[in-house]
């Protein structure tokens, strides 16, 4: 008997049948197991011993391995052919060793980067043993990753309450998101001024823009105001034009290679709008198969590669594909082989590409839905791309001056002779707005043209862009950080630790963020440097290929990083807060740094009070900017930016007041709070009852927020009407989690904030009743079928719970971790989470009562343990007085 193991129970269910009777095929689920989460899971004092422990849902998968292998005369590793994989395989290994199970077994490891019958059957006639050296690299990688985030999150948690964690990478991609968002903020708009002119001739009219004037080019900032632009157009309209030269070059385009993983995630980021993640499940799921005329196949190669090659039998397969449905001129007379620019490139796996070339995705379309045709598309496009002929194009100039030479303007444009390889593709462009190239008339020297029209256009200079997912990885893998597996976790835990917020698609350092970012810039600047962050990898890259020791690098690494942490912590938190409040003024108080536009006033004066100032504060909620009298004086606005009003618009960064309330009279004010903007009606008076306030909710923009809607916010919650069952009465309001209904201790969640002033009471009562049926139990909403159980054939579904979205496969319900999209998930998460939580268990506890007593018990035996230890010691003390 064969043992072979693999890693999604999908995936094994498939194997199994392109290797027969003879062949176990078992999974392991991921991982089995992993550094606890506590101190002492890595020892430096013990030359970096690291302590693993099995996960507990993987122990019976465990056994049931050994179980399978000690009956075993070989046992083949089947695990994803890519670091993580070598280091899973390693991991069953050592395991199954413990248990004694691998006597008188052959122990092999097979990789296939598709999951394809011929792909895995010459994987499996194709063995090999265990990679030491990329095992060694991942537990390299493993441990440095454990150090930073349990030596330095700890530290963040004592001088900056509220922060969750550090990473080695993660700290330095949120760096650059900050370091982005500052640049935006420093940014000083600059005005210049361009000239076009509408001209016609012996074609179609054509515009041309003022190059030059007077035999001098005309530079960016040349025209920098109304004035001078309206000169330099008003000699151009009066001015008879000609052509003076036309000037055509040919050029050509050539194909972008076929995907990588990080290509693949900024191209479906650009094209479909997918988060990577997504990118990723998506990418997974077509990876480990999909049932195509009666049998489940892999449709694409494995998705985690930073290599941009192709096996020469897909090669051929591509270019015969090209020939057949596009015709030779299409096809180059050389196969295209690619090779990667990227850092620390690994290129022994293949790109992306399809398992197929021949199977188009109209071939497919059935036996996939929305995202993964889209994707899988996508990636066959780019395939069969990469192995066409190049685009053949004419780029042309045409120079138009006055007959005295004086002015000079031009206008370029191109027309494409052979399209090439854009018939099939053209990549994404990150600059939504960038312009595409016009089409010139044909037109010769000497041509006389009329003037039509003549245009100074104002425009002011641009801030640079703020990342979006497929900026932030191109700039990562420019810098050669992070790996092809970890960006798609990177920008997610980004995002689930609250340090980013998304403005559609890009990202914006929430204060979290940014103060985290201070912190470890101040503090760890070494540990946050794209350079050294960089080297460790390309470190880390040497061990994999047997060139570095992996214990070296660790000592090197923590000989340097133990003391800066012990440092750190050494300091007074008032010491930490002066310095980071000093490290920030220029973003706190850009004022200060602006002494141009600076009207003399002091910015951190404190605007309530007049005396104190103004300064970084802390609290377990996060960080603030308050007065420094308080308690005397409780001014407070949110850490940020001063002056940045788009929440509340008042001028200062103060509060904004919509007008007076028609009821008391009181002023109806605008205000940022450390928790976000907010109404509140009057002011606060020492002594007396706090104002009435109410929270703006996310989904409502601020800016938006006037005076009606303030006071609408205030008169919450709103009474619908009674309800006709009970005639008790159903209110709307907007809480801690959103808009919601309430009636006699029932709630159901609205839709929307702008709901809760208009929903009827028709509707309130249906939404009413279908929150009570699902809390009973009635009928779910289905988001996502995710196919059936391997075990059973039971249904496995993503469905839509009173508290959340959550997996069930018969009386079985698992909840989504924080931050996963239903959308998302696949079936072997929902097997891995349902595995869980049946080994939780889904019954009450019967025999709480007797654990109750015996804890009671074991209490008064340990106080009364206690009590005798301190008569004992004051005995004790009393003779040595004597």
Request: aromatic content about 6%; glycine content about 8%; some cysteine.
């Amino acid at each position: 008997m064969n043992v072979v193991i693999v890693e999604s129970p999908a995936k094994a269910k498939t194997i199994n049948k392109y290797l027969g009777k003879d062949f176990k095929v078992l999974a392991s689920y991921g991982h089995v197991r992993d550094l606890p989460a506590k101190d002492g899971s890595v020892d430096p004092d013990q030359d970096f011993t690291m302590r693993w422990e099995v996960d507990r849902d993987s122990r019976k998968r465990l056994n049931d391995i050994a179980a399978a292998v000690k009956d075993a005369d070989r046992l083949f590793l089947a695990t994803d052919p890519d670091r993580e994989g070598e280091a899973i395989s390693w991991h069953v290994m050592e395991v199954l060793a413990q248990k004694k199970a691998l006597k008188d077994v052959d122990v092999k490891r097979v990789v296939f980067n598709a999951i394809t019958k011929s792909a895995v059957l010459k994987a499996m006639s194709e063995p090999r043993d265990l990679d030491g050296e990329l095992v060694n690299a991942y537990l390299a990688r493993r441990a440095l990753d454990y150090l930073v985030g349990f030596t330095l999150s700890p530290v963040l948690w004592r001088r900056l309450p509220g922060a969750r964690s550090a990473g080695r990478v993660q700290s330095v991609a949120l760096r650059l998101i900050c370091e982005r968002e500052a640049e935006i903020e420093r940014f000083t708009p600059q005005e210049y001024w361009t000239v076009t002119a509408d001209l016609s001739g012996s074609g179609n009219p054509f515009s041309a823009r003022l190059y030059g004037m007077d035999g001098k080019k005309l530079g960016k900032f040349d025209l920098n105001t109304e004035a001078l632009a309206h000169n330099a157009a008003n000699r151009v309209s009066s001015t008879a034009l000609s052509v003076a030269d036309v000037e055509k070059k040919p050029a050509r385009r050539n194909p972008q290679p076929p995907f990588t993983t990080s290509t693949l995630q900024q191209e479906a980021a650009r094209k479909l709008r997918f988060t990577a993640s997504h990118t990723m499940s998506v990418a997974q799921r077509l990876y480990e198969g999909k049932t195509i005329d009666g049998e489940v196949t892999g449709l694409i190669t494995y998705m985690r590669t930073d290599g941009v090659s192709m096996a020469e039998e897909a090669i051929q397969a591509t270019r015969a594909l090209v020939g057949t449905r596009y015709g030779d001129k299409y096809l180059p007379p050389q196969p295209r082989r690619y090779k990667t620019k990227a850092k620390n490139a690994q290129e022994a796996h293949e790109a992306i590409r399809p398992t197929d070339p021949g199977r188009l995705p109209q071939h497919v379309m059935q036996a996939l839905d929305q995202d993964e045709r889209k994707l899988y598309e996508l990636i066959w496009r780019r395939t069969l791309a990469s192995q066409m002929e190049s685009a053949s194009l004419e780029r042309t100039t045409i120079t138009i001056t006055d007959a005295a030479r004086t002015l000079e303007l031009r206008a370029t444009g191109s027309v494409i002779t052979f399209d090439g390889f854009l018939a099939v593709y053209e990549e994404g462009r990150d600059d939504e707005d960038e312009k595409r190239e016009t089409l010139l008339p044909k037109l010769t020297a000497g041509d006389r043209l009329t003037t039509d029209k003549v245009t100074p256009s104002q425009h002011f200079t641009e801030p640079p862009a703020r990342y979006s997912e497929a900026t932030l990885v191109k700039k990562l893998e420019e810098l050669g950080i992070g790996r092809p597996s970890t960006y798609a976790s990177i920008l997610s835990k980004l995002r689930d630790r609250d340090y980013v917020v998304m403005d559609k698609t890009r990202f914006v350092p929430a204060d979290k963020g940014r103060l985290v970012t201070a912190f470890l810039e101040k503090f760890f600047e070494r540990y946050v440097e794209y350079g050294f962050t960089a080297n460790l990898e390309e470190q880390l890259d040497h061990i994999s290929a047997g060139e570095a020791d992996w214990k070296a690098l660790l000592r090197d690494f923590w000989a340097a990083f133990k003391p800066a942490t012990e440092e750190v912590i050494s300091r007074r938190n008032s010491e930490v807060i002066d310095t980071l409040d000093a490290f920030l003024e220029p973003m706190m108080f850009p004022q200060i740094a602006d002494q141009e536009n600076s009207d003399g006033a002091d910015a951190r004066q404190c605007p309530s009070c007049s005396i104190g100032r103004l300064g970084l504060k802390i609290s377990r909620h996060g960080a603030f900017i308050g007065c420094s009298r308080y308690p005397d004086c409780t001014y407070t606005r949110p850490f940020g930016k001063a002056g940045d009003t788009a929440d509340t618009g008042a001028a200062d960064g103060g509060p904004k007041v919509l007008g007076q309330d028609p009821d008391t009279g009181l002023d109806v004010a605008l205000k940022d709070g450390r928790f976000g903007p907010y109404i509140q009606l009057g002011e606060a008076v020492k002594g007396e009852e706090k104002p009435k306030r109410a929270g703006i909710p996310k989904d409502m923009d601020v800016g938006s927020v006037d005076f009606d809607m303030a006071l609408k916010l205030l008169s919450l919650p709103r009474t619908i009407g009674m309800h006709p069952e009970t005639g008790k009465a159903i209110s709307s309001a907007i809480g801690r989690y959103g808009p919601y209904l309430a009636h006699d201790g029932a709630y159901a969640k609205l839709p929307s904030s702008d709901e809760v002033f208009t929903v009827g009471l028709n509707r309130a009562v249906s939404l009413l009743a279908d929150a009570g049926a699902k809390k009973r139990g009635g009928t779910k909403t289905v988001l996502k079928d995710l196919g059936t159980h391997p075990e059973d054939e039971a249904p496995i579904r993503v469905l839509d719970g009173r508290y959340g979205p959550y997996v069930n496969h018969g009386k079985i319900n698992a909840t989504l971790p924080k931050g996963t999209e239903p959308a998302d998930v696949t079936l072997e998460q929902a097997l891995e989470w349902l595995a869980a939580k049946a080994a939780k268990g889904t019954g009450r506890k019967k025999a709480a009562p007797k654990k109750t007593a015996a804890k009671k018990t074991t209490a008064k035996k340990t106080t009364a343990r206690k009590t005798a230890t301190r008569k004992k010691t004051a005995k004790k003390t009393e003779e040595t007085a004597s």
